[in-house]
């Protein structure tokens, strides 16, 4: 595939690991990976027809330790712009995607590392993660997202707390504060990831692809228009051969083949 910070791998069952890989630099995002990401996101992943998505890192000590400092200490103001528009795009992509995406958290997840994990679905955390968001101790703050989708998972108090003192918090506090989903031992961070993941691909892609959009949409809607959303994704889903599929299955006693139609 030709890439050079970035590596994916299809698993069976459709599911893909796309795995951060600058190690050196506990996998630092540069404009080139960033840059690689997209490609992958926007040209590759739609033929590839995924059920699930895992993002991780390189290495036995970071998920994603951020931006890279010694590329954008180096930047004018406009290449910083097209640089954080870049960064954007991409956690758009993965946010909106229609395939489920999962971060495997196997280490540090700081700034925009921490801003990756929160574009992807669910979060999951090795007991030795440390994640936090340190901008303000470099004279800049969470650009890549992070001040807006911290606030929608944690609320305005402890993205203040979070985002003011560039503190980072360790796997169980991320935990209790309902930052990441799962932690686990450092050593099974991708088997509960794959085991994450497998579960996801058994179901009914449609009825996963719809609600991601329920969910994602909804959420940036007053109730009112989001109950009609719902409402309005929920017959569509009714609609599909899979509803059928899934619905006789259990009927019947078997487990359903869902074939995404
Ligand atoms: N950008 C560029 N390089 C980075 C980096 C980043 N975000 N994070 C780590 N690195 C590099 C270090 O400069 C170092 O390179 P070197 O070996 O050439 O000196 C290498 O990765 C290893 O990091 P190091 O700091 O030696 O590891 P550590 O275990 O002592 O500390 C951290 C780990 C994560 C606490 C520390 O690297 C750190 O604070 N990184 C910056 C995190 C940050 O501010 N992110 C937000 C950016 S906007």
């Not at 180096?74 to 995607?97: P, S």
Request: proline share 3%; aromatic share 6%.
């Amino acid at each position: 595939m030709g890439f050079k910070y970035i590596q994916f791998q299809k698993e069976p069952n459709n599911i893909g690991v796309l795995t951060v890989n600058r190690p050196n630099v506990l996998n630092a995002l540069n404009w080139d990976t960033l840059g690689e990401f997209k490609v992958f996101l926007e040209d590759i992943l739609p033929g590839e027809e995924l059920k699930a998505l895992i993002v991780t890192g390189a290495g036995e000590k970071a998920f994603v330790a951020g931006a890279d400092i010694a590329q954008m200490n180096e930047m004018k103001e406009r290449d910083f712009q097209e640089y954080v528009d870049t960064a954007h795009r991409v956690y758009e992509l993965i946010e909106n995607g229609s395939c489920p995406s999962i971060a495997a958290i196997n280490g540090y997840a700081l700034g925009g590392g921490c801003e990756l994990a929160l574009a992807c679905d669910i979060r999951i955390a090795s007991e030795k993660a440390r994640l936090g968001f340190p901008e303000v101790k470099l004279g800049i703050f969470p650009g890549w997202g992070g001040t807006q989708r911290v606030t929608r998972v944690l609320g305005l108090g402890k993205t203040k707390e979070l985002v003011f003192t560039g503190e980072m918090i360790d796997a169980n506090e991320a935990l209790r504060i309902g930052l990441v989903e799962k932690v686990v031992p450092h050593d099974e961070v991708m088997k509960e990831a794959r085991d994450l993941a497998g579960e996801i691909a058994k179901r009914g892609p449609i009825a996963v692809r719809m609600s991601k959009t329920a969910i994602n949409a909804g959420s940036e809607m007053d109730l009112q228009k989001a109950l009609l959303l719902e409402k309005t994704l929920v017959s569509l889903c009714f609609d599909s051969e899979d509803r059928v599929e899934g619905m006789n299955a259990f009927l019947e006693k078997r487990e359903p083949l869902f074939t995404g139609r």
